[in-house]
């Protein structure tokens, strides 16, 4: 297995070992002793799944009160994945790092408690399974628009297909000043 840094501290994309022969190949989606070991103490508590079109994009989203650290990897197709530093401390408030992850390479990416995540689907169809350090709670889910001028995220896909929630979503520094008040 490789961890290989991001350019926001904390968010790491994951390489896992694949063991390939004639009958397929088998990985291991993680190993709380060697992802520990590698640097990544989070312990899960939920999996969630979602399949989504080409175009769609899912996000920015995240928790107030109760921040899931989340662990992604792709099960078919391909995304753009995103994480955004949205702890309101940090040196890296409203920066975002971005990796595509597929279903070929099986590499994973790691978002940190603290980050909002979004995703958008590059192929015909995605099914994302990812793992969450915290239960989802519907009252503590926050977000901002996925196309913040502020936050410039460089997307590789122009007109997505939104849900009524996140196409309605605050900017980040509108969430930033309500979560302050």
Same mark, same amino acid.
């Given at each position: =297995?490789?961890?290989?840094? $991001? &350019?926001? @501290? ?9 063991? %390939? ?6 990985? /291991?989606?993680?190993?709380? %002793? %060697? ?18 079109? %080409?175009?769609?994009?899912?996000? =920015? ?16 197709? /391909? ?6 530093? *949205?702890?309101?401390?940090? @040196? $890296? ?5 971005? +990796?595509?992850?597929?279903? /070929?390479?099986?590499?994973? =990416?790691? *978002? ?13 169809? +995605? ?6 350090? &915290?239960?989802?709670?519907? #009252?503590? /889910? *926050? ?5 913040? @001028? ?6 590789? *896909? ?5 849900? #009524? ?15 302050? #008040?």
């Amino acid at each position: =297995m490789r961890v290989l840094p $991001t &350019d926001l @501290p904390g968010v790491l994309l994951v390489e896992p070992d694949v063991l %390939r022969d004639a009958r397929g190949y088998f990985l /291991e989606t993680f190993h709380q %002793r %060697r992802y520990r070991e590698a640097g990544i103490p989070y312990s899960f508590v939920q999996d969630n799944q979602s399949r989504s079109v %080409r175009g769609t994009l899912r996000g =920015m989203h995240a928790q107030a009160k109760k921040p899931q650290g989340k662990l992604i990897r792709v099960l078919q197709g /391909e995304i753009f994945d995103v994480a955004v530093d *949205i702890r309101p401390d940090s @040196p $890296t408030f409203g920066k975002w790092t971005g +990796a595509n992850l597929s279903a /070929e390479t099986f590499r994973q =990416m790691l *978002i940190p408690p603290g980050f909002a995540h979004g995703f958008c689907v590059l192929s015909e169809s +995605a099914d994302v399974a990812y793992s969450c350090t &915290d239960f989802y709670d519907r #009252a503590d /889910e *926050i977000g901002f628009r996925w196309d913040d @001028p502020a936050v410039a995220i460089a997307w590789p *896909i122009g007109r997505p297909l939104l849900s #009524a929630k996140d196409a309605a979503l605050p900017t980040l520094a509108e969430l930033r000043q309500r979560l302050s #008040a």
